[in-house]
């Protein structure tokens, strides 16, 4: 069996969309079409349902998944004992971490300045994006880790939970729905536009989860973009408190939502087909203890997660 069929297979089964595949993975999408239906002739059975959107798994392909991410894992363990050779008396190396633009507006300043000064070995490079940009950057080796809001289990991804963060309707202040010491239901924005990243992302499907239907969404990817359409009046949009700078100054209101469920999960995610390097595992710890104390003094508004697992 050709092991890049293999590795191919799983990029597809968990991205769910060819295309976006392919460009991870660096082809075209009609060459990688061709080595999944090379695949599925070799094995003799189907692996995915075909649509308009994208793909998913067949049984014979969720089983062929499972035993294939197990696989790929194995070879990477052995693989990373050539690579991660123990014995230097300082960490040395270059790592990459992704973050979500709420996040990284507030946690890298002063992580940034901590991690320099523990760790003088480690280069550190940091970039910015929404969720599904992040999951491509962790699968094609990009980034070494990610905070990712949302996440759906994955078998290719590692996660750990970190906190949970409320959502609040951003809209101008002059809208009859915005109540800062209040709480309101998403149904009352009425007509109102809603402004929302494109799919997929966990703030649309947050929406679809509470029965919501909006009039009309204006679809934009970009933070500080969504901010400002929000406080000129020209739609609404959901965030958490700490995503926006505008409020001190009255530009915008936050409103909390009575909505059940009107949160989402923020998880510090990795690779399985990736082992860390010794580097990375000291940058993961440094990071899950920035959150921890950043909620805890107060500056990040969220709930800790339990404790969850360890490198």
Known sequence: MDFRRVRYFVHVADLRNMTRAAAVLG???????????????????????????????????ALFL??????LNQFEDVRSLFQNRPGRSQITGAVGIGMPVPVIRMFADPFVAR??????????RMAEGFSAL???????????????????????LIQE???????????APDEPFARPHGRTYLREI?????????RPHVLRDLVDQC??????????????????????????????????DHLARGKIAAT??????????????????????EAAQETYRAVRAEVHRLVEDGRWIARLAAAGSTI
């Open 27 to 61: 082809i075209s999408q009609p060459a990688l079409s061709r080595q999944m239906q090379l695949l599925e002739a070799e094995l003799g059975t189907k692996l995915f349902h075909r649509h308009g959107h994208g793909v998913v798994l067949t049984a014979n392909g």
């Open 66 to 71: 499972d035993r294939c991410a197990h696989l």
């Open 115 to 124: 991690f320099s000064e523990a760790y003088p070995g480690i280069s550190l």
């Open 134 to 156: 992040l999951h491509e950057w962790l699968l094609s080796g990009s980034m070494d880790l990610a905070m990712l809001y949302g996440v759906r289990p994955s078998k290719v």
């Open 161 to 171: 939970k970190l906190l949970a963060e409320d959502l609040f309707l951003m809209s």
């Open 190 to 198: 009425g007509e109102t536009p809603m402004i929302l990243p494109h």
């Open 211 to 244: 029965g919501m239907e909006p009039s009309s969404v204006i679809e934009v990817d970009a933070l500080t973009l969504m901010v400002e359409l929000a406080s000129a009046g020209k739609g609404v949009t959901l965030l958490p408190i700490h995503a926006v």
């Open 256 to 277: 909390p939502l009575a909505d059940k469920g009107m949160s989402w999960d923020v998880t510090l995610c990795y690779s399985s087909l990736r082992p860390l390097s």
